[in-house]
Every structure is written in structure tokens, then in C-alpha cells.
């Protein structure tokens, strides 16, 4: 099966039934996206499918080939972050950093898709799991990518 991640394409031997985080995080080699729960209702292993923020742990491989998967390692452009991951960082986002690029992901679509979220969209749209609890830091940081220029 061949898929392309962060616009590389890779040729993985899996069964098609697979969960797509592994493969990712053990055929393809990129170990950003974390297991979390198994059951996608944590958000550590979200990851874009065509752009749309998807939980990669329940999905199988066979649905994500010949579609564009983009991990935490494909977000920034070259060496410039995208602005989710400077807001992340100028905002102190990450205690223990461990759910961090799900959420990041899980932003990023969310701001792809409306520029300018409102706390309605973020409570409805931003479902991942932070023990640490950093929600209100999370909150402000997607308000600052929000107000940043691309």
C-alpha cells in the first residue's frame, strides 16, 4: 500500500485493517503523533486526512490511502512554524507536552476551516484530552494564531 505523508510518498507492507498511527509511527518512522487512548476520544493522535483533523489510532491504513496525511512533523514550512506552533510556544502551552501535537493538529484544521473561532467553535471542535489541564492556555494561545497573519 502506498501513502503519501507530509508530501513524501511511502510504500508500507500492513495489513490493510492497520491502524493508521502505527504505521506512522512504525513504518513511516515519525513518532510526533502519540498514542494516547485507542479508542479516539483523547485527541493525542490526531493527525490531517485531506486536511480535516482525524484520530488516527481508530482508523484504518486502507482509509487513509491515496489521501494526503499530514503529521505534526509536515505542519511547520520548512523551518518557519505554523502559527498554531508559535502560539503554542509564546503562550507556554505544553507542561508535560505529551497530547500537545494532537491538539496542535486538532487547532490547525479548526482555523483552517474558520479563521476567526469563536469559544462556541473551540468548545464544540476541540475535543482532545489535556491532563495537565493547560485548557486555558490552549484557549488563548488559538485566539493569538487566530489573530496571526499566515
Given at each position: 500500500m502506498q501513502l503519501n505523508v507530509?508530501?513524501?510518498s511511502h510504500d508500507v507492507d500492513v495489513?490493510?485493517?492497520?491502524?493508521?498511527?502505527?504505521?506512522?509511527?512504525?513504518?513511516?518512522?515519525?513518532?510526533?503523533?502519540k498514542y494516547g487512548c485507542g479508542i479516539a476520544?483523547?485527541?493525542?493522535?490526531?493527525?490531517?486526512?485531506?486536511?480535516?483533523?482525524v484520530r488516527?489510532?481508530?482508523?484504518?491504513?486502507?482509509a487513509a490511502a491515496g489521501k494526503r496525511i499530514t503529521t505534526?512533523?509536515?505542519?511547520?514550512?520548512?523551518?518557519?512554524?505554523?502559527?498554531?506552533?508559535?502560539?503554542?510556544?509564546?503562550?507556554?502551552?505544553?507542561?508535560c507536552g505529551y497530547c500537545q501535537t494532537g491538539m496542535i493538529m486538532a487547532v490547525a484544521a479548526l482555523l483552517q476551516d474558520k479563521p476567526k473561532p469563536t469559544n462556541a467553535d473551540i468548545n464544540a471542535t476541540i475535543t482532545n484530552i489535556c491532563r495537565c489541564g493547560t485548557f486555558q492556555q490552549v484557549r488563548t494561545a488559538i485566539h493569538a494564531a487566530a489573530k496571526a497573519s499566515v
Open positions: 507530509n508530501g513524501k495489513e490493510p485493517n492497520t491502524p493508521l498511527l502505527w504505521v506512522i509511527r512504525e513504518q513511516v518512522g515519525l513518532t510526533g503523533t476520544q483523547c485527541g493525542a493522535c490526531t493527525i490531517h486526512l485531506d486536511g480535516a483533523a488516527s489510532c481508530a482508523m484504518p491504513v486502507s505534526i512533523e509536515g505542519l511547520a514550512s520548512g523551518k518557519t512554524l505554523h502559527k498554531v506552533q508559535k502560539a503554542w510556544i509564546d503562550h507556554d502551552v505544553p507542561q
